[in-house]
């Protein structure tokens, strides 16, 4: 019989502001990141077969705090929406704490399995997915490039800018990084994604 499904049964915990309101420091969970409007709302979606697990808002750049779901059979297993960068107008102040927050979260936490950036395949590579491939290879987390809609290029536009990033990447030594294309619109590229998380997670899949 097959197992399962893990993310199916995901579900929201909670929203931290501060470093207190993360669950404790134990298990294993797996962040992504994006810039606004990457896709990467979509992406958990197709990722947990369910429409509306994160929420894929009209106004870019609304995500502003750390996002925590948790996988209910699977205790201690989290998936991490990390805010959103790009668009939103917010204080200095609370883009200082937001960023300091984050450089915290990425070199203390312990649970931190592995980091999934999303990026819209036809801009990838900007300097905040830069910056949050650079904590991951600082940390020495394995990291995964997701490249949302490529439903947008055609399959051979989709496949040079895989390569593209690819070439990219390697010249960053010692980063242990996958990419991919992706599309939430025609689900292309969800089971290669899932896989990937599973494994961070210590989860089997059916």
């Not at 790009?86 to 704490?97: I, M, N, T």
Request: proline share 5%; net charge positive; aromatic share 8%.
């Amino acid at each position: 019989m097959p197992r399962p499904d893990p993310f199916v049964a995901a579900r929201y915990l909670l929203a931290a502001h501060t470093a207190r309101q993360l669950p404790a420091d134990g298990g294993r969970e797996v962040a992504f990141a994006g810039r606004s409007n990457a896709g990467k709302s979509s992406a958990l979606n197709a990722l947990c077969r369910q429409r509306a697990l994160a929420r894929v808002s009209k106004t870019p750049g609304r995500t502003q705090q750390l996002v925590y779901f948790e996988l209910p059979a699977h205790p201690q297993r989290f998936l991490v929406d990390l805010p959103g960068y790009g668009y939103a107008k917010v204080p200095q102040a609370l883009q200082a704490h937001w960023q300091a927050f984050i450089a915290a979260y990425f070199a203390q936490r312990q649970a931190l399995a592995g980091l999934v950036v999303v990026m819209d395949i036809r801009h990838p590579l900007k300097d905040y997915d830069r910056q949050m491939l650079g904590y991951a290879r600082q940390r020495g987390l394995p990291a995964h490039v997701l490249l949302t809609k490529a439903d947008k290029l055609g399959r051979g536009a989709a496949s040079a800018a895989v390569a593209a990033v690819r070439r990219a990447l390697a010249e960053d030594a010692g980063a242990e990084v996958g990419v991919q294309a992706f599309s939430a619109e025609t689900r292309d590229g969800v089971d290669a994604l899932r896989a990937v998380v599973a494994g961070w997670l210590g989860l089997a899949q059916g």
